[in-house]
């Protein structure tokens, strides 16, 4: 099983503007991919925690948005990565999308299916690229698994 980083379903030749909304755990780990890339510069990040805000920006060179609303409606982002609570998880992508930004959004993508519904249908509408980071499927033991069932 291969390995493929989350901007690598974009345009391979592209830079990407990213912004960040939910700095902590997961939020962080994708701050330090998105700024560590070739192809992104994380540019802003945003979370309800501003120390937590200002900690990722420091590590990554970013600035530090005030509101949620700042960041999806930055007209020089191109990506917009939603790694906050469940709660929000749905309206900020969905608000990201309508706002014609690509999305990286966390897992659960919603808390039941409407909500997963309406960021569906905001991708679709606004034709840009939404991908949830399940990124389980690259644990070891799951990636056994798809190779004994392969077998």
């Not at 345009?11 to 909304?21: A, D, R, W």
Request: aromatic fraction near 4%; proline fraction near 3%.
């Amino acid at each position: 099983m291969t390995r493929r980083g989350w901007l690598d379903h974009i345009q391979e030749t592209t830079m990407y503007k990213v912004g960040l909304l939910g700095a902590g755990f997961v939020g962080a780990k994708r701050a330090d991919v998105a700024a560590g890339s070739v192809r992104s510069e994380l540019s802003v990040v945003y979370d309800l925690v501003q120390d937590s805000a200002e900690r990722v920006a420091a590590a990554t060179g970013a600035a530090v948005a005030r509101s949620w609303e700042q960041v999806v409606e930055d007209p020089e982002l191109d990506i917009v990565v939603v790694s906050t609570t469940h709660e929000s998880l749905a309206s900020l992508s969905v608000a990201a999308l309508s706002a014609g930004k690509h999305v990286l959004c966390e897992k659960p993508l919603g808390r039941n299916p409407d909500e997963v519904r309406s960021v569906v249908a905001a991708a679709e509408t606004s034709k840009r690229c939404l991908k949830v980071g399940y990124n389980h499927r690259y644990h070891p033991a799951i990636a056994k698994v798809v190779e004994v069932v392969h077998e």
